[in-house]
């Protein structure tokens, strides 16, 4: 299967869209004062040596308003606070989600077979349903659909799966397994058993509960579709099915050509879901996985967002969460997040301009030899080759202006410095060609370190590579 969370090896349509796009034009403001914010970036990485940044204190909620600066990497934070950001219904968040899990656990270990299905579906219903009443009056003023869940028994989806027969298998995740099902309804699902077989119970509970939380809490036409979950003998996500598979098995795994216009349309749909995740919907989400492989297609080639299992949730007032264990894909982890653990926005256009490039070049973000897409295509870019840097398999059939604009907007998204790669509204604009690359690169040089006199040469990025693998192997 595509794209194991690598770390794996390191540690591992329509209507909505035009609702998105209003409430985009109120996000104005805000994103100034989010820009705002991430200065404090810089004054943050000039007085803290990386040791001090990965070692940074653990944060409970009651610390959200003196911590501006940093978080480590506590699951319960998804859980910790409201989308306001209001001190003590952080605290209330936190005492529930501990108070779930310490009973969860007890059952659990004494009632090791009755464990889920006795407390987990019972605790997670609390926690959506708490979950959704403070989206509910975050969402007041807009008219985005509510979404609606089930929860549904193990016999429901022993039925809709032909018991988990190994022919309705349709993806295999470092995490899941994934199945194709049909409800009693008609409607065509994937279910998605957690396996995470490397993690005792407590820890499996804790990523459920917050992938459960994240994507129930998110709507979007690229991103993916929460239709319910069972915790009845295992622990299941039951999500929209998508025809075409994953973007990895699409572009890697045929060697059929997936054409230029199904690349720009995919390359454009990521970019609104992640301007989405990180602007738009009630929290911040950082994805911290996207890779070709967690991007999943509809019958029309629209592309969603999916894996939650790393996302966090980016409180208001944080400027970036820093996390240990680092855990991603190689190949598509910004050096700032593999070298300290820092994970903000930045870290998602990071990884989305490798996307970028394996759209363009057809090349997988790691080669069989563990070369670097990054490091291989730089170079091109900022020669703007595009002539070396197409998929061959595209021959002369893409329009150039949009080639042009996807290896400009890579370029900017793959930036060692995360305050100078662009922000996805910026990214958006880009590749909606909206705003000329000359006013880009005023804007983002702004007196600063210049996008292409780089100082950071594929040199440091080599060596950054490779303290990384060395501290993967330690
Ligand atoms: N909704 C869906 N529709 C169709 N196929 C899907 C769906 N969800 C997942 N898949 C398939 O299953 C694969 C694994 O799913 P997913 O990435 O969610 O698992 P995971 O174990 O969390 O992965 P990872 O190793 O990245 O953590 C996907 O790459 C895709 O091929």
Request: aromatic letters at 4%; proline letters at 6%.
């Given at each position: 299967m595509e794209g194991r969370r690598g770390a794996a090896d390191v540690q591992r349509n329509g209507e909505n869209k035009k609702q998105h796009e209003a409430k985009k034009e109120q996000d104005e403001k805000k994103e100034e004062d989010i820009s705002n914010n991430n200065n404090r970036d810089d004054q943050y990485s000039s007085s803290s040596s990386p040791r001090g940044v990965l070692e940074s204190t653990r944060l409970g909620s009651s610390d959200l308003d003196n911590s501006s600066i940093s978080s480590s990497d506590d699951r319960s934070s998804s859980f910790a606070s409201s989308p306001s950001g209001e001190l003590n219904q952080g605290v209330y968040w936190k005492n529930i989600f501990d108070q779930i899990?310490?009973?969860s656990m007890r059952r659990l270990s004494s009632i090791p077979l009755l464990g889920y299905e006795m407390i987990l579906p019972k605790n997670i219903r609390r926690i959506l349903s708490k979950n959704r009443s403070a989206e509910e009056e975050a969402n007041d003023s807009d008219d985005i659909p509510k979404p609606s869940w089930r929860n549904f028994s193990y016999g429901e989806l022993v039925e809709a799966t032909d018991n988990f027969s190994p022919d309705k298998l349709i993806g295999q995740g470092g995490h899941a397994d994934v199945y194709k099902g049909r409800l009693s309804d008609g409607q065509v699902v994937a279910v998605k058993k957690i396996t995470k077989q490397e993690k005792n119970d407590e820890d499996k509970v804790d990523d459920f509960l917050s992938e459960l939380g994240i994507i129930a809490h998110i709507n979007h036409p690229n991103a993916a579709k929460?239709?319910?979950y069972s915790a009845d003998g295992g622990l299941y996500l039951v999500l929209q099915y998508l025809h075409h598979g994953s973007l990895g098995s699409l572009i890697h795994g045929s060697d059929e050509r997936l054409d230029w216009d199904i690349r720009y349309k995919v390359a454009a749909g990521i970019a609104e879901g992640l301007l989405y995740l990180h602007r738009e919907c009630p929290k911040r989400i950082i994805h911290r996985d996207i890779t070709a492989s967690n991007i999943l297609l509809t019958k029309d080639y629209e592309p969603q967002i999916s894996d939650f299992g790393l996302a966090k949730w980016l409180p208001e007032k944080w400027v970036h969460h820093v996390?240990?264990?680092i855990e991603g894909t190689f190949g598509y982890m910004a050096p700032e997040y593999f070298m300290h653990g820092i994970v903000n926005e930045k870290t998602d256009v990071f990884a989305f301009g490798v996307l970028l490039l394996e759209l363009i070049t057809g090349r997988r973000a790691v080669d069989s030899y563990r070369k670097s897409l990054v490091l291989w295509a730089k170079p091109l870019l900022q020669k703007n080759n595009?002539?070396?840097i197409?998929?061959?398999?595209?021959?002369?059939?893409?329009?150039?202006?949009?080639?042009k604009r996807a290896m400009f907007t890579a370029l900017c998204c793959l930036h060692h410095l995360p305050d100078i790669r662009p922000n996805m509204k910026k990214v958006v604009q880009l590749?909606?060609?909206e705003n000329a690359p000359v006013e880009m690169k005023q804007r983002s040089m702004g007196g600063r370190a210049l996008m292409f006199s780089d100082e950071y040469t594929s040199t440091h990025y080599i060596q950054d590579l490779n303290r990384h693998?060395?501290?993967v192997m330690e």
């Open positions: 899990k310490r009973r929460l239709i319910g996390v240990s264990p595009i002539k070396e197409a998929d061959p398999r595209l021959g002369d059939v893409y329009d150039v202006v949009e080639m590749l909606r060609g693998m060395e501290l």
